[in-house]
């Protein structure tokens, strides 16, 4: 069983930036397609940016030209680079993890901008 455990998120002003981690546990990560996803109250869940075992990258074009997503093995951690940042961002984030049709999500952690 694979826990995810998000952290990076809290209050921050607009144009400014956060990085959002989340750490996984065991020994698959380096194989694992991981995920970042963001939930504003009463609105779905929404997918932000993707990246394989191999770092190949996707991003949803709401986020494209300013979120970065990455990955270190070595520390089991994907991370969230959030630049430019908008009121329009705040939301829970989540992280979330692929494996051979297995899912694991992490708890979320809060993003909130100000205006």
């Known amino acids: 069983q694979v826990q995810l455990v998000e952290s990076g998120g809290g209050l921050v002003q607009a144009g400014g930036s956060l990085r959002l981690s989340c750490v996984a546990s065991?020994?698959?990560?380096?194989?694992?397609?991981m995920y970042w996803y963001r939930q504003a109250p009463g609105k779905q869940r929404d997918l932000l940016a993707s990246?394989?075992?191999?770092?190949?990258?996707n991003y949803a074009a709401s986020v494209k030209d300013r979120f970065t997503i990455s990955r270190h093995n070595a520390k089991n951690t994907v991370y969230l680079q959030m630049n430019s940042l908008k009121p329009e961002d705040t939301a829970v984030y989540y992280c979330?993890?692929?494996?051979?049709?297995?899912?694991?999500w992490g708890q979320g952690t809060q993003v909130t901008v100000s205006s």
């Open positions: 065991g020994s698959i990560f380096s194989s694992l397609v």
């Open positions: 979330r993890g692929t494996l051979r049709g297995n899912e694991y």
């Open positions: 990246i394989s075992s191999g770092a190949s990258t």
